[in-house]
């Protein structure tokens, strides 16, 4: 069984930085695609970034290029999402999934597991 924990929500002002934290359980999640989700108040989830078993690949949706680093530590069987320049149209639960392969890794549908999420509030 893999387990997914979110950490490092919170409430922030636009313009601030955070730094959210996946950490996986189980033996799949060093060969296997991590990925962000998140969702606003009152739509649906969306695709926010992904990054292939060995960090070589890293995949972002158009509102959050060069806002967002996606990473990862094997070792530590820890993913990470960077948020920089955060603006109030960020406000989400973000939440990390994670599945093998790379195909459509922008396709929620795709994903076998998926954490409990982490609340982010941007202010302006």
């Known amino acids: 069984q893999v387990q997914l924990v979110e950490s490092g929500g919170g409430c922030v002002q636009a313009g601030d930085s955070l730094k959210l934290s996946c950490a996986v359980s189980g033996r799949a999640f060093s060969s296997w695609t991590m990925a962000w989700f998140r969702r606003a108040p009152g739509k649906e989830r969306e695709f926010v970034a992904a990054?292939?078993?060995?960090?070589?690949?890293?995949y972002y949706t158009d509102s959050v290029k060069g806002r967002f680093t996606i990473s990862r530590d094997n070792a530590k069987l820890t993913v990470y999402l960077q948020m920089r320049s955060l603006k109030a149209e960020d406000t989400a639960v973000y939440s990390c999934?994670?599945?093998?392969?790379?195909?459509?890794?922008?396709?929620?549908?795709?994903?076998?597991?998926w954490g409990q999420g982490t609340q982010v509030t941007v202010s302006s």
């Open positions: 990054i292939n078993w060995s960090g070589s690949r890293t």
């Open positions: 999934a994670t599945r093998p392969g790379v195909e459509d890794v922008m396709r929620e549908s795709t994903y076998n597991y």
